[in-house]
């Protein structure tokens, strides 16, 4: 900006000088034929294209040395598994050595230990930019925190040989979307991929148990549980508002205690005829319209339908359930039906308004 007979005034492309008043004007206007200014003009242009060029220097340099020069770092972790990081495919390979029974560690760290490598694992300061993670032959466990936070990792992909995932090993990471789990998997671990982007995931026949937190908060839409899987953990895919479709097959007789809740767009699900109990909040705020008691069940824990506005129909198969928590049905829509054996109604009906079932709710036998 430049100071000429009173007027701010600054290069315009068009030819022009604009003032700081009075917008556009014509350059000549207030310098005359000055030809100082004039070559001012030019030098302002020249400079422009200066930086210009030199913008373009840099964006291909960097362009060149991720792409064109690529960059491996490698190193073996304390317990003897090979890592091994290209800048250029932006790939994370991990191979067992001789030196390791295919098991990797469970590192413990947080934020608070994000320069600690005590805590982290090695490969960890590539988070930022890693997009494919491979498992090599002979890992059979993917330890705790080993891709946590690794929020532009898109593809992962395992050898058969994995059989557990660890603690947060997936965690937040966003960009994962669709996963094939190997043939031998038997365990998820607790969080294993909490707050990711997982839409599309299929299970192996195999799989045995699914833990804590697992899926919570993903993005899941729909999941199939394979016959074999015998337990699902406490809020294992709680808060998946996309989760519509939940297939469980087989004979399961663990499902923990707010697996399904804050699932709004769960509209119907079956319990499989092994579950002895409903777990607490098990149901809770989230989409159901129908669920259906099997008959094997004696226990149902508190709040289970709490907040659960769109249930229509709940039907109650058991005839021998005992125990009852006094906020069982608290919270469960208003206008809901309750289907009940016909030889259970009178001793349904009482349990059912004296533990939480809205008096306008009906209850009715079949």
Not at 105 to 131: I, K, M, S, T
Not at 185 to 213: C, D, H, P, T, Y
């Amino acid at each position: 900006m430049y100071e000429v007979e009173g007027y701010k005034v600054t290069y315009s492309v068009e030819g022009k000088w604009e003032d700081g008043y009075f917008g556009l004007v014509d350059f000549s206007k207030h310098m005359g034929n000055n030809e100082s200014y004039y070559r001012m003009e030019i030098m302002v242009k020249k400079k422009l294209i200066a930086v210009g060029v030199l913008g373009i220097i840099v964006a291909v340099g960097v362009v060149c040395r991720y792409m064109l020069m690529p960059k491996n770092f490698s190193g073996v972790d304390s317990v003897g598994i090979a890592w091994e990081y290209n800048t250029g495919t932006r790939t994370l390979t991990l191979e067992k050595t001789t030196d390791n029974k295919g098991e990797m560690r469970d590192y413990e760290g947080g934020c608070e230990d994000a320069d600690d490598p005590e805590f982290l694992p090695p490969w960890h300061v590539f988070q930022g930019e890693c997009q494919k993670v491979v498992f090599g032959k002979g890992i059979t466990s993917i330890g705790a925190l080993t891709c946590s936070g690794f929020g532009r990792l898109s593809k992962v992909v395992f050898s058969n040989d994995v059989r557990k995932i660890g603690y947060s090993a997936f965690e937040e990471c966003k960009c994962l979307k669709i996963i094939t789990f190997p043939e031998k998997l038997q365990m998820i671990g607790a969080s294993a991929f909490e707050k990711s982007g997982l839409k599309k995931v299929k299970l192996n026949k195999g799989l045995r148990s699914i833990e804590e937190w697992a899926f919570c908060e993903s993005d899941i839409e729909t999941i199939g549980i394979p016959e074999t899987v015998e337990r699902i953990g406490d809020c294992a895919f709680k808060d998946c508002e996309k989760l519509k479709n939940v297939t469980i097959t087989g004979e399961m007789q663990v499902i923990g205690s707010h697996a399904f809740q804050g699932c709004l767009q769960l509209e119907k699900i079956g319990l499989p005829d092994k579950i002895l109990t409903v777990e607490e909040c098990l149901f809770a705020e989230s989409g159901i319209t129908e669920v259906c008691i099997p008959k094997n069940v004696t226990t149902v824990k508190g709040y289970v339908w709490r907040n659960t506005h769109y249930i229509e129909r709940l039907r109650i198969e058991g005839t021998d359930i005992q125990n009852v928590s006094l906020h069982a049905f608290e919270g469960i829509n208003s206008k809901v039906t309750v289907e009940v054996p016909k030889e259970k109604y009178d001793e349904y009906k009482e349990m059912l308004y004296t533990h939480g079932l809205p008096e306008t709710a009906k209850v009715v036998a079949y």
